[in-house]
Every structure is written in structure tokens, then in C-alpha cells.
Nanobody, 127 residues
């Protein structure tokens, strides 16, 4: 089993920045991929970004490209999501997720790819 704990959410003005963290514990050696998803009120959970745990390959949703950066610190078993130039439409609960099996990159944006999920952290961007 893998446990995921997110932190770093909060309230920020439009144009501001936040950095989310996701600490993994348990059988972290089994993780292949880490991802961030978000869910706004009344909407489905959507893909934000993902990073290959060992190779550093990344993928981003078009809506966040150029503004968000996903990174990892393997020594700390932690994945980060640096969010810059935040917009009100970025307001959502942000979830960290982990996948234990190899998957091709085109599947990284699918919720079904991931085996473990964190409890989420709220990000609110005011206009």
C-alpha cells in the first residue's frame, strides 16, 4: 500500500503562486508514476500534471502548460506542483495520485491509471 498526503493549498489572489506538496509513504519503491488532478464544484475530476517517478518525464494539461510545473524529490518521496500565474478558474480541490504499474504516456491523464489517491487540498484563487 501507498499513502499520499497533500499540503500547501490555500487562498491566493489571481496572478499569485502556490506550491503543493504530496508526500508518499509505504511501498514507495513500487510507484511508477505520480500525478495531480483537480476537481472544482459541480465538475468532474480532471488531470493537471504527471511525472514519471524514476525518469523525470512529465505531462501537463493544456490549461496549465507554461504556468504549472511538476517536480519530484525521490530522496524525500515527495512530488511538488508549483503553480504560477494563478487564475480564478484554477480554484478546486487538488488531489495527488500514484500509479504502481508501467503505463504508456498517453494514459497518464486518465483517472483509471492511478491506484492510490490522497485526501485533497483546497486551492482558492480570488479575482
Amino acid at each position: 500500500q501507498v499513502q499520499l498526503v497533500e499540503s500547501g493549498g490555500g487562498l491566493v489572489q489571481a496572478g499569485g503562486s502556490l506550491r503543493l506538496s504530496c508526500a508518499a509513504s509505504g511501498r514507495t519503491f513500487s510507484i511508477y508514476l505520480m500525478g495531480w488532478f483537480r476537481q472544482a464544484p459541480g465538475k468532474e475530476r480532471e488531470f493537471v500534471a504527471a511525472i514519471n517517478w524514476s525518469g523525470g518525464s512529465t505531462s501537463y494539461a493544456d490549461s496549465v502548460k507554461g504556468r504549472f510545473t511538476i517536480s519530484r524529490d525521490n530522496a524525500k518521496n515527495t512530488v511538488y506542483l508549483q503553480m504560477n500565474s494563478l487564475k480564478p478558474e484554477d480554484t478546486a480541490v487538488y488531489y495527488c495520485a500514484a500509479d504502481r504499474d508501467f503505463t504508456t504516456k498517453w494514459t497518464w491523464s486518465s483517472r483509471g491509471t492511478y491506484d492510490y489517491w490522497g485526501q485533497g487540498t483546497q486551492v482558492t484563487v480570488s479575482s
